[in-house]
């Protein structure tokens, strides 16, 4: 069964489960206009709505009676609230972040918004942010502003473009459609819990597999089942001192693999 379209939520949205995203404002009112605001959030069509609405309906006190603002660009696939926050401190507070400290200060005919994108690029090519496997989403094209080609985000960042909706786990929801079913006394429930109990071995340990440590090889060809623990000290081999991959081969059918697109398959964006 589809998710529930929420009010405000775009028709034609990606879905994204387990949403953690840091965002960019811009300020369209003719008084305060170019003024831009940096956040985070787990709902982006509801957050944007907030902001709007002002301070009483849970926006932030800077944007506040200062709207309307547009969501321009959002940056999500952080593996959790906490680094999608710190990410989000370091952008709003680049003078301050230990990170940061290479990237030139706003230069007096640079405007604010264009400084906000410039440090973007830089710290999507700074770790530790280099390695996670982020999605820059333009969600109002007109606003766009190339990257510099010397800054441009890796390879295993994709840069697209559209609205996005998030979308609780789908593990969560098919435990809970499953459990209904049951309760009907449906064929197709046994059917699917028969499934979910089908044993799978990690192609490099050999060892049991279970749902929630799964990583599947991204050609239908293969289809070969890893530990995540399994698959990540394959392709972190040949890098010292590094604990998050970029790329690697499959044990299996010698596929480049990008770690980022598999996580991605995992949470169920692909």
């Not at 840069?159 to 459609?177: E, L, Q």
């Amino acid at each position: 069964m589809p998710p529930k379209k929420k009010a405000g939520e775009p028709s034609d949205a990606k879905v994204v489960e387990d949403f953690f995203g840091v965002y960019l404002l811009y300020c369209t009112n003719p008084k305060y206009k170019g003024r831009t605001y940096i956040g985070f959030t787990v709902d982006p069509n509801r957050r944007i709505t907030q902001h709007n609405k002002g301070k009483h309906a849970g926006g932030a006190w800077r944007t506040s009676n200062r709207g309307p603002w547009e969501m321009v660009l959002i940056v999500h696939g952080f593996p959790n609230d906490i680094s999608a926050l710190r990410f989000e401190w370091s952008w709003q507070h680049p003078a301050r972040s230990r990170r940061l400290r290479h990237v030139p200060a706003k230069k007096s005919r640079e405007k604010t918004y264009e400084f906000c994108i410039r440090l973007l690029a830089n710290m999507l090519n700074t770790e530790p942010w280099v390695r996670l496997p982020l999605t820059v989403r333009w969600l109002k094209p007109e606003y766009e502003i190339s990257f510099p080609h010397s800054l441009a985000p890796p390879l295993h960042m994709p840069i697209v473009h559209g609205p996005v909706k998030s979308v609780k786990s789908a593990t969560t929801t098919s435990k809970t459609a499953v459990a209904s079913a049951s309760e009907d006394g449906g064929e197709g429930a046994a059917r699917e819990m028969e499934d979910s109990d089908q044993v799978l071995f990690c192609n490099i340990c050999f060892k049991t597999v279970s749902s929630g440590e799964k990583m599947e090889c991204l050609n239908v060809r293969c289809g070969a089942i890893s530990h995540i623990i399994c698959l990540s000290q394959c392709f972190l081999a040949k890098e010292d001192n590094q604990m998050l991959p970029v790329e690697g081969t499959c044990v299996t059918c010698e596929c480049v693999l990008q770690w980022g697109d598999l996580v991605r398959k995992k949470n169920g964006c692909y």
